[in-house]
């Protein structure tokens, strides 16, 4: 029987990706194989990581210890958000290979289009992501990036790109959840035929106490993080759920379900949410 795991997307540049990817931000090195393995036996093939997250070790042997062939896996990682430079961002890429243990990485992103330090400050470094993009071009020549492409980036910075590379991004990867969703970037990505990647759809758990969703959850006989990625679903987007427990990895695939229109609707007129508790560090959720 087909299931979610079992279907992918078309990207633009005739390449697919699984629907529904397994997301590793905040899961420690030395507990990314275990979470990994699990993951990949549980059916998963898309395995999303960066040079951020400080796991790409632990992700590479996770996907080393998986019985799966390396052709049937779906791996992405990203250039750090400080690399604005040609050099630095083509020498972080080999560097990414050789802590993964990957000969090709399916799919790298800029991390974000300015340094986390800075973000949303301003400066879009339209030159500086024009150099990492052209590192990026020229490692998908040498078959060492099969598709690439951008997260975190507003139209401004999409357009940059667009304009002056050569390659166009496969993919946008943004935060996306019930709550919190940027349809403006969303029709922007689908206007230019660039798929959408929903980070965090779960808004780190911090929703599971909301009123509308558990009751609306109660009715499909699903708990409120299916009921949150099942969205991300339904717009058409890639949810990426991170997981480290067997249960909950586990749960997270069981989204073959259908939310009707009016439920939809109703989930689409969500408050504004970003009350994310420890995560406000993270300049991402930090509300700038």
């Known amino acids: 029987m087909m299931t979610i795991l079992d279907e992918d997307y078309r990207l633009n540049d005739g390449l697919t990706i699984p629907k529904l990817g397994f997301g590793t931000w905040l899961i420690d090195d030395d507990k990314a194989a275990a979470a990994v393995e699990m993951a990949i036996k549980s059916g998963y093939r898309y395995i999303d990581t960066a040079q951020a997250y400080e796991n790409e070790r632990g992700v590479g042997e996770g996907i080393r210890e998986s019985d799966a062939k390396r052709d049937d896996l779906f791996v992405c990682t990203k250039v750090q958000a400080e690399y604005k430079d040609y050099k630095t961002a083509k020498d972080s890429i080999d560097e990414s290979l050789k802590l993964l243990g990957l000969d090709y990485v399916d799919l790298l992103l800029i991390h974000a289009p300015e340094p986390w330090a800075h973000f949303h400050e301003g400066d879009h470094c339209?030159?500086?992501?024009?150099?990492?993009?052209q590192a990026m071009e020229e490692a998908r020549k040498a078959g060492k990036v099969r598709s690439i492409g951008v997260s975190n980036f507003e139209d401004v910075d999409l357009d940059n790109i667009l304009e002056h590379g050569e390659v166009k991004p496969v993919v946008n990867q943004l935060l996306t959840h019930v709550g919190n969703?940027?349809?403006?970037?969303?029709?922007?990505?689908?206007?230019?035929?660039?798929?959408v990647e929903a980070y965090s759809p779960i808004a780190h758990g911090k929703m599971a106490g909301n009123k509308t969703l558990n009751?609306?959850?109660?009715?499909?006989?699903?708990?409120?993080?299916?009921?949150?990625?099942?969205?991300?679903?339904?717009?058409?987007?890639?949810?990426?759920?991170?997981?480290?427990?067997?249960?909950?990895?586990?749960?997270?695939?069981q989204v073959d379900f259908k939310i009707s229109d009016e439920d939809m609707a109703t989930l689409h007129n969500m408050p504004h949410f970003n009350d994310y508790g420890d995560a406000k560090q993270f300049q991402v959720f930090s509300g700038k």
Request: charged share 20%; glycine share 6%.
């Open 215 to 253: 009751e609306m959850a109660g009715r499909y006989g699903v708990s409120v993080p299916q009921l949150m990625i099942r969205y991300c679903l339904e717009l058409g987007t890639v949810p990426l759920p991170k997981a480290s427990s067997q249960a909950h990895i586990t749960a997270n695939a």
């Open 126 to 133: 339209f030159a500086g992501n024009l150099e990492v993009w």
């Open 181 to 195: 969703t940027r349809f403006d970037l969303l029709d922007y990505a689908k206007k230019h035929d660039i798929l």
